[in-house]
T-cell receptor
């Protein structure tokens, strides 16, 4: 079966432009997560969806970042007025239910975002 | 709040040698513990997890990890590494009752012939 799919795989854009990153979770996975991975660093949690609601947005770094999810499927992460510090790999993960220890998170291959 | 420390940013090792990647965590409550592997230009793949029970956990690709509550550690080991094990390894904790994984900064394992 298909895993978590993210698009685009690479995105290069100019500072100040808006970007939209897409995540298709594994079918049937109700929980969806966005993480950011800066060069040489671990993963930073951004936001968690349960269904189409986001009970935890605590990791979004600024109001330029937003995310939405349609039902229990596709999610988009939008970054407005991009800055160079937004350059990173953005990883999406999905899991059954709430991603407890018994429901591990499955990761996509990420979108590599480069801001010029 | 939880935190995860991976003290070694890079571990070079020769093929067929044993390896240990260190992970220490801090948390005031019970946690679940995970090791993920990331191959170049790919997402993260779950290697193994500790939820409860036996403190020695076996995962995929011959890796194992031991949970030590008194030392708050969850070190990853493999008795004999292969070139194909070259990758970035991340330790992570999940606070029971929450959904947010907290990751360490990763350890790059470099296996040479």
């Amino acid at each position: 079966g298909a895993g978590v799919s993210q698009s685009p795989s690479n995105k290069v854009t100019e500072k100040g432009k808006d970007v939209e990153l897409r995540c298709d979770p594994i079918s049937g996975h109700t929980a969806l997560y966005w993480y950011r991975q800066r060069l040489g660093q671990g993963l930073e949690f951004l936001i968690y969806f349960q269904g189409n609601s986001a009970p935890d947005k605590s990791g979004l770094p600024s109001d330029r970042f937003s995310a939405e999810r349609t039902g229990e499927s596709v999610s988009t992460l939008t970054i407005q007025r991009t800055q160079q510090e937004d350059s990173a790999v953005y990883l999406c993960a999905s899991s059954l239910a709430g991603g407890s220890g018994n429901q591990p998170q499955h990761f996509g291959d990420g979108t590599r975002l480069s801001i010029l | 709040a939880q935190s995860v420390t991976q003290l070694d940013s890079q571990v070079p090792v020769f093929e067929e040698a044993p390896v240990e990647l260190r992970c220490n965590y801090s948390s005031s409550v019970s946690v679940y513990l995970f090791w993920y592997v990331q191959y170049p230009n790919q997402g993260l793949q779950l290697l193994l997890k500790y939820l409860s029970g036996s403190t020695l956990v076996k995962g995929i690709n011959g890796f194992e990890a031991e949970f030590n509550k008194s030392q708050t550690s969850f070190h990853l080991r493999k008795p004999s590494v292969h070139i194909s094990d070259t990758a970035e390894y991340f330790c992570a904790v999940l606070n029971t009752g929450f959904q947010k994984l907290v990751f360490g900064t990763g350890t790059r394992l470099l296996v040479s012939p």
